[in-house]
Structure formats: structure tokens, C-alpha cells
């Protein structure tokens, strides 16, 4: 591979695109508390409407997911026409099988055929939704497991599980994708039914190439070398896309890159290594904003992720395997510290500026009077909520 040239770099940051999720921009909180924030959207439009924001700000945020029940619209060709109207599209679907009372003892892996038969409907559902919409992909996360040795057993839920992602996998269009999350654990303590990317590699495996692993960088164990994840499924043509949050201790979903910037830059240089810089990836945020103004902190979000991009394009490959074949130890960590060390906010000013957008789009966005704007016209009504 040659040395990165600017204008490839350049030309690679202009046409990335970043996801955001629909539910960043409602209110949310921990099980202590929900600190509702003002002018925080009351309907899926009005969240569509603020992600439209976040796109005009950074260039390159126009995808949005969508999470349904918290979603649901009578119209979802209406719902997409809104977003395209706003400027941006409708994305991920993300089905929600945790927020039922009958899913207490797992939704495709309960015990009763009843239940697997509400959840796998939904599912279904979210599909028929995906039609409407025109997405792509559709994302699973299930909250399935068990809380103590001996609840269930553990390989018929997992029997259960193969069979339901069998029949959704049946369902999907030829351009449609099944992206199976995994989390290491909670809501379930002892074990999760999908608890790692093994699992999900070996669910995905067996369906078809159009189901993919969807790598949640809070989803893993403290220590977790998640560039080695992302660069296995990579290599087995299995990474589906990414939801990025930063965490300190679990699941924080706090804003991505905020944590941990070093690790973002690693997944992406093995994104960027592994060629799955692309559409064929989504890159897709995962955040809850519960302390923080939430259109700000998305697109500070988006612009962190932009930053590690920026600093994985400029890794030299040609040194780096030049020092790593002649076992240069220092040598080729210096590589790819190099590029980590490098200022890159210039180069991304200079992005925007090809986007014809404001070089700062966190004083644009300030500037904008948009905050002031839904503070008034939001005043009434039920504003979003996690769960809403
Ligand atoms: C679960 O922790 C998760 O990461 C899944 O992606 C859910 O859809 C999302 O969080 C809900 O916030
Ligand atoms: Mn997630
Ligand atoms: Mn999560």
C-alpha cells in the first residue's frame, strides 16, 4: 500500500458517514434518575428534525436510526419522506424485545412458545418496517439470559434462539441485513444468551452472509482488545457495523471517543486495514445524553469519530510494514503513534470547508439559535423519552 496521500484521506473523511440514533435525542438517565432537559423532541419527526441539525452541522451525519416501539408512527413511508424532507434518511431499525412484561424470562428464548411467538412477531414487524422505510439493516440486541445457575437450559435457549433468527433471516429482502449484537451481560447477571461475538459470529455463520456481527464497543469485559474483534470479523467478512459509545466501568453509553480516544483510533485503523471503510459498514452511535445538552454532545460524538478516522487514514502502511517485517518493535509503534499524535482538527476544518459547512460545527451548531428555537415551540406536551 502506498503512503496515505492528503487528497485520498481528504476524500475518504468527506464521504464517511456517521449514524445517530433516534433515541440520543430524547430524554434518558439511569435507573436513579431521568433529568428531563428542555425542548427535547415529543414525537419521532421532532427527533428526525434535531438529527437534521446534527447533519448541517457536521456533513456527515445523514443516516438516523430508528428504535421501535419508541418510534412507532402510523405512517412509515410518511416517517422517511419527513426525514428526506429534513435532509436526512431513516436507517438502522432496531428491534426492542426488553420492554414487555412477558419478556421477564427472555423474549426468543422463553421457555413458552407463546412468548418466542409475540417476540418473533415483532420482529417481523420490524422488517415490514424496514420495507416502508427503505433500510438497510436490521439490528438485534436481546436482553435474554438467566440470573441464576439451573433458571433454564442453557443450549435449548440457545436452540430457540437459532430458530427465531432462522425465520427473520427468511423474511429479509436480498439487499436487506440482519445485524446480531452481543453484550457481555445485564440486564441478565449469570448468563446472557448472546454474550460475546463468538456466539454471535457462530448464529450469523450458520444464517447466511447477509447476517452480520455488530461490535457495541461497552459491550465487553474491562481489558477487552476489541480491535482484535473487529479485525477477526473483518477478515471473516462478518462485521456488520458498530455502535459507538465510550464506557469507564459498563454499558455508560457516554459520548463515543470521550473515554478512550486511543481505543477509537485503533478500532478504525483496523477498519481502515481490514477495508471496512465503507458503506458496507455502519457506523452507527449509541449513546444516552443524561447530564449533558443532547445535539451538542452528538455532534461532538460524531466529531470525535471523524478525529480517529482522520488519525487512522494517516497511519503510513508502507512504514509500518516496512518496520513490522524487520521486527522493528519501536519502530512500528512509532507508526501508528505517529498518526495518533497528529493534530488532525486542521485537516478536518479543511473538510468542512469542502463540505461548504462551518470549519466548527459545535459554535455553528451554539450560533444557530436551533436550542432556543425547541426550547419555545417544545414547551407542551410529553417530551421522548427512553422508553417513550
Ligand atoms: C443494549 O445495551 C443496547 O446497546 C442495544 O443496542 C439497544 O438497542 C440499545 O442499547 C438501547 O439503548
Ligand atoms: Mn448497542
Ligand atoms: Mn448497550
Not at 238 to 257: C, K
Not at 288 to 294: A, L, V
Not at 311 to 331: F, I, W, Y
Request: glycine share 8%.
Amino acid at each position: 500500500m502506498p503512503a496515505p496521500d492528503l487528497s485520498a484521506v481528504t476524500a475518504a473523511l468527506t464521504s464517511q458517514r456517521i449514524e445517530t440514533p433516534s433515541w440520543a435525542y430524547g430524554n434518558s438517565g439511569t435507573r436513579f434518575k431521568v433529568f428531563a432537559q428542555p425542548g427535547v423532541p415529543r414525537t419521532p419527526e421532532e427527533k428526525l428534525d434535531d438529527a437534521a441539525r446534527v447533519h448541517e452541522h457536521t456533513g456527515v451525519a445523514p443516516v438516523v436510526a430508528l428504535h421501535i416501539p419508541w418510534d412507532r408512527v402510523p405512517d412509515y413511508a410518511a416517517l422517511a419522506a419527513h426525514a428526506r424532507d429534513v435532509g436526512v434518511r431513516v436507517g438502522t431499525i432496531n428491534a426492542n424485545v426488553f420492554q414487555d412484561d412477558d419478556y421477564k424470562l427472555g423474549s426468543v428464548t422463553h421457555p413458552e412458545p407463546a412468548v418466542r411467538r409475540k417476540a418473533l412477531d415483532h420482529l417481523l414487524e420490524c422488517v415490514d418496517i424496514m420495507d416502508a422505510t427503505g433500510s438497510r439493516d436490521l439490528k438485534l440486541w436481546f436482553a435474554d439470559g438467566t440470573n441464576y445457575p439451573g433458571q433454564d437450559d442453557l443450549r435449548s435457549r440457545q436452540d430457540r434462539l437459532a430458530e427465531a433468527l432462522s425465520a427473520v433471516y427468511a423474511r429479509l429482502g436480498p439487499e436487506q441485513r440482519m445485524l446480531l449484537e452481543y453484550k457481555l451481560f445485564e440486564p441478565a447477571f449469570y448468563a446472557t444468551d448472546v454474550p460475546d461475538w463468538g456466539t454471535a459470529y457462530a448464529h450469523c455463520l450458520k444464517l447466511g452472509p447477509r447476517a452480520q456481527v455488530v461490535v457495541d464497543t461497552g459491550h465487553h469485559a474491562p481489558g477487552t482488545n476489541i480491535e482484535f474483534i473487529v479485525a477477526t470479523l473483518l477478515r471473516e467478512g462478518r462485521l456488520g457495523g458498530f455502535d459507538f459509545n465510550s464506557r469507564f466501568y459498563a454499558d455508560d453509553d457516554l459520548m463515543a471517543g470521550a473515554a478512550d480516544p486511543f481505543q477509537l483510533f485503533r478500532l478504525m485503523y483496523e477498519v481502515v486495514r481490514g477495508g471496512g471503510f465503507g458503506p458496507q459498514t455502519a457506523f452507527m452511535l449509541d449513546q444516552c445524553h443524561n447530564i449533558e445538552p443532547k445535539i451538542p454532545a452528538i455532534i461532538r460524538s460524531v466529531m470525535n469519530v471523524q478525529e480517529a478516522t482522520a488519525k487512522a487514514l494517516l497511519v503510513d502502511p508502507a512504514a509500518l510494514a516496512a518496520a513490522q517485517t524487520s521486527g522493528d518493535v519501536l519502530g512500528a509503534n512509532a507508526v501508528l503513534m505517529d498518526a495518533y499524535n497528529t493534530d488532525v482538527r486542521p485537516l478536518l476544518a479543511t473538510v468542512r470547508e469542502g463540505l461548504g459547512i462551518d470549519p466548527d460545527p459545535m459554535a455553528a451548531y451554539a450560533r444557530s439559535g436551533w436550542a432556543e428555537r425547541i426550547t419555545a415551540e417544545r414547551a407542551d406536551g410529553q417530551q421522548a423519552g427512553w422508553g417513550a
